[in-house]
């Protein structure tokens, strides 16, 4: 069974400072989740990627495969990007189930 | 698109009651997921459906917990009978295909005293 570790597991950044969250996991994948779940609960999916690298705004994702290990990079952060960010992955193997981390709590300050 | 519609938002019921989670998956995705997150155990997959069929039940914790998907287009999580532990945030997930992003829904609040 993966065991997938996030670090750090709390955060606490002023606005504009750059962010980077990181996740390690144990065995092969198929494919690396980054989520964020807001104060209200709702998780909303940020990326999924199985190699490189990819961009949407200020959020970036990273994974090194023959690492196995994954970041998660905020520019210019802002009190909005407060929420906690779950790393979660998928078995090679075809199967669905997914593997969470416990999570990141990133507050920023204004 | 509504997204992923998930009911009731809050359960409050007590130990012994039977409780049914629903969710209503995007249109046209083929995987259900049911999840359960709780403080001590953070994220946790139940079940998953693929094309109406489950596929891996191995999170269900015990006998008292069920699922189904009758269609496409509705699933249900029922617990009976429910206990205190069994307290937690719900969510149903769906998506098109393996390996895509997922989109969850809001989540169910249940508690149950």
């Known amino acids: 069974k993966n065991e997938v570790e996030q670090s750090p597991q709390n955060l606490t950044a002023q606005e504009g400072e750059f962010i980077t969250i990181n996740c390690s996991y144990s065995?092969?994948?198929?494919?690396l989740h980054w989520l964020q779940q807001h104060p209200g609960g709702g998780i909303v999916s940020l990326f999924m990627?199985?190699?490189g690298k990819k961009k949407h705004g200020r959020l970036i994702a990273t994974i090194n495969i023959q690492e196995k290990h994954s970041s998660l990079h905020i520019t210019a952060s802002h009190p909005r990007d407060s929420a906690v960010y779950i790393c979660?992955?998928?078995?090679?193997?075809?199967?669905?189930?997914?593997?969470f981390g416990k999570g990141t709590k990133l507050t920023v300050n204004p | 698109d509504a997204g992923v519609i998930q009911s009731p938002r809050h359960e409050v019921t007590e130990m012994g009651q039977e409780v049914t989670l629903r969710c209503k998956p995007i249109s046209g995705h083929n995987s259900l997921f049911w999840y359960r997150q709780t403080m001590m155990r953070g994220l946790e997959l139940l079940i998953y459906?693929?094309?109406?069929?489950?596929?891996?039940d191995s999170g269900m914790p015990e006998d008292r917990f069920s699922a189904k998907m009758p269609n496409a287009s509705f699933s249900t999580l029922k617990i009976q009978p429910s206990e205190p532990r069994d307290s937690a945030v719900y969510f149903c997930a769906s998506t098109v295909s393996e390996n895509s992003p997922l989109h969850f829904g809001n989540g169910t609040r249940l508690t149950v005293t």
């Open positions: 990627l199985s190699s």
């Open positions: 459906f693929n094309n109406n069929v489950p596929i891996d």
């Open positions: 065995v092969g994948i198929s494919a």
């Open positions: 979660a992955v998928t078995d090679a193997g075809g199967s669905e189930k997914l593997v």
